[in-house]
């Protein structure tokens, strides 16, 4: 009986509980909330605005005025300061106290040297110009993790800097941005990429090592050209190229350990012009791919060696090896801070739910996050996109690339929350501690 006078207060008590766990700052972010806000239509239609604007304007590396102009639009409107120019076209944002610590999220900002194959409303406008990686829809979700951020502010013990990077496909944006200085406070960055081949509603990563290191190098073999007939009067430089790229076939299988994943590729070969006219010279080149600081730099060297021991039986063939390093710097390998992995599962956990959580193997492909993976505690993933219902999607980097714009939601949450939560409750004690935590290179 007693027990029913009680039943009021128990329920009033319980309520007041509610009332204050929502208020305080974690609960929020603790939830699923930044999904839900930035599936609202009006917010989702808001990025998916943002997103087609970019699509239908590509630009390339370092060209990305009209982009940068566009978030600039985007970041006043939302009342959050900015600075720019930063590595030549960069915006960096930022949202929150205005003072330490500091948290970065990333978006690569530029398109690729190609024609546009999909017939749609918003296909791109510039001839030879295309999003065909899914940078727009990274520059529209960072933009829509900022609009969250933004709006819960206060419930923010830091700041989260907003970087809108130049550069991604080759450029070395990223290193421009670290040579910058805008990240020297910065404790952690986390980024991620669209994913084709990942259904819509899962993310994926995994701790360590998880996109290669990569190079490029190009080779001119000169040698005498002459007529094809008369071959002993000329220096042939299509055979000893031959024999350079025989040799360079013998350092994966050959030197390499096996379990030591490598790739090098000749993917140009270029030389001569006619059936019988042995050219003066031929021009090779491709890329390479390690998982480690040490694989990367010994297929290096020995690609120069093999460029300039590589001989023919004319031994006068001149070779002169050309890394390419000035335009396509070479990328490290992306490693993600084993730490940050317990916080990205966290994060994923109350954003996506547990089960659509996904390991993800080591990639061949390279990213420029890498740079960032060098100097600071940092953590890259994948967010997929895939709709079986919609039809195939093709990867990036096709003619034919497509987005599915329901991944714009997930992509922003999941980067206002891997932030947020990170200022709350993830960072260790003593910024310090986290720096050089990725020395398993
Ligand atoms: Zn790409
Ligand atoms: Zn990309």
Known sequence: MGLFRWVPLLLLLHQLCLQISSSSSGSVWMSSYPLERAKEPEFFEWMVGIRRRIHENPELGYEEFETAKLVMRELEDLGIRYEYPVAVTGVVGYVGTGKPPFVALRADMDALAMQESVEWEYKSKVPGKMHACGHDTHVAMLLGAAKILKERQEELPGTVVLLFQPAEEGGGGAKKVIEAGVLEKVEAIFGFHIASEIPIGV????????????????????????????????????????????????????????????????????????????????????????????????????????????????????????????????????????????????????????????????????????????????????????????????????????????????????????????????????????????DEL
């Open 203 to 438: 993310v994926a990563s995994r701790p360590g090592a998880i996109m290669a290191g990569s190079g490029f190098f190009e080779a001119v073999i000169s040698g005498k050209g002459g007529h094809a007939a008369i071959p002993q009067h000329t220096i042939d430089p299509i055979l000893s190229a031959s024999n350079v790229i025989v040799s360079l076939q013998h350092l994966v299988s050959r030197e390499a350990d096996p379990l030591d994943s490598q790739v090098v590729t000749v993917a140009k070969f270029q030389g001569g012009g006619a059936f019988n006219v042995i050219p003066d010279s031929v021009t090779i080149g491709g890329t390479f791919r390690a998982f480690s600081k040490e694989s990367l730099l010994q297929l290096k060297q020995r690609i120069e060696e093999a460029c300039d021991q590589g001989t023919s039986s004319r031994a006068e063939v001149q070779r002169h090896g050309d890394f390419l390093e000035k335009d396509r710097p070479l990328f490290p390998v992306t490693v993600n801070n084993k730490d940050l992995h317990e916080h990205f599962l966290n994060v994923a956990g109350d954003i996506v739910g547990l089960r659509n959580i996904r390991d993800q193997q080591p990639l061949m492909g390279a990213e420029d996050f890498a740079f960032f993976t060098e100097v600071l505690p940092a953590y890259y993933y994948f967010v997929g996109m895939k709709n079986e219902t919609r039809g195939p999607m093709p990867p990036a980097h096709s003619p034919y690339f497509k987005v599915n714009e329901e991944a714009l939601s997930y992509g922003a949450a999941m980067h206002a929350s891997m932030a947020a939560r990170y200022l709350i409750e993830a960072r260790p004690s003593g910024s310090a501690a986290a720096r050089g935590g990725h």
